[in-house]
Structure formats: structure tokens, C-alpha cells
């Protein structure tokens, strides 16, 4: 399982990669997606919505389950990836890459210590 270690992770396995201009993109870990299975629908937020870290901002349907999807890190969405309203499986077969699902203007960009390196979430995933 891949958990890249310039990626924040939240405990709800959500990754965050910071952009450095107080941005951020989201997406679902690897392991999440295998936990799913075949993803198969992504609902996606609207840009501009405003999140609060924990706030649901989707959901995610595989063959096997659906689940809602938690904002790691408070910020406005200023873009969704529309590529998977026809392809959901990105999620699957590119999570860290083609699969992400929105980008935010983070609140507080001190907000990113909150969340946990690649080692924290490698030790998560382990338990």
C-alpha cells in the first residue's frame, strides 16, 4: 500500500496535499479505496461551499458500500474534479493523482499541523 510522505492524512482517511499558496487538494488514501472496492459514483461539493474541518463535503458509492466523505481541514472549495462524474474509478486505479476530488482556500493554513504525517497514518492503517 502506498502512503506518500509529502501527503497529510486525516484519521478518516482523506490526504491533503499542500500547494504552498495556502491551497490544498483532497482525495481519498489508498487504502480507503481498497477498503471500498470498485468506486463507482462521487458526489462532489460545490465550489465556493465553505467547510469547517469535519464538515461531510460528499460521498463515495462502491459495489460494496457508500460513505461519506469529511473536509480534514477548514477552507472554500475553489475547484472539484468533474473527470469523476464519468470516471469514478480514478478513485481506484490513481488516488494520489488523477483521483483527487476538490481543492480548497485553506481558513488557516496552520491548520495543516493538525493532521498526520505518513508515518501517523501508516501506524493508523496498521491497527
Not at 9 to 30: C, N
Request: overall charge negative.
Amino acid at each position: 500500500m502506498s502512503i506518500p510522505s509529502e501527503l497529510k492524512y486525516s484519521a478518516s482517511h482523506e490526504w491533503v496535499l499542500d500547494k504552498g499558496d495556502g491551497t490544498v487538494i483532497i482525495g481519498i488514501t489508498e487504502f480507503a479505496q481498497q477498503q471500498l472496492g470498485d468506486v463507482v459514483f462521487v458526489e462532489l461539493p460545490q465550489v465556493d461551499a465553505k467547510l469547517c474541518n469535519g464538515d461531510e463535503f460528499g460521498v463515495i458509492e462502491s459495489v460494496k458500500a457508500a460513505a461519506d466523505l469529511f473536509v480534514p481541514i477548514a477552507g472554500v472549495v475553489i475547484d472539484v474534479n468533474t473527470q469523476l462524474e464519468d470516471e469514478p474509478e480514478l478513485v481506484n486505479t490513481d488516488p494520489y493523482g488523477k483521483g483527487w476530488i476538490c481543492k480548497l482556500r485553506l481558513n488557516d493554513i496552520d491548520d495543516l499541523q493538525q493532521l498526520l504525517d505518513a508515518d501517523a497514518y501508516t501506524s493508523l492503517c496498521e491497527t
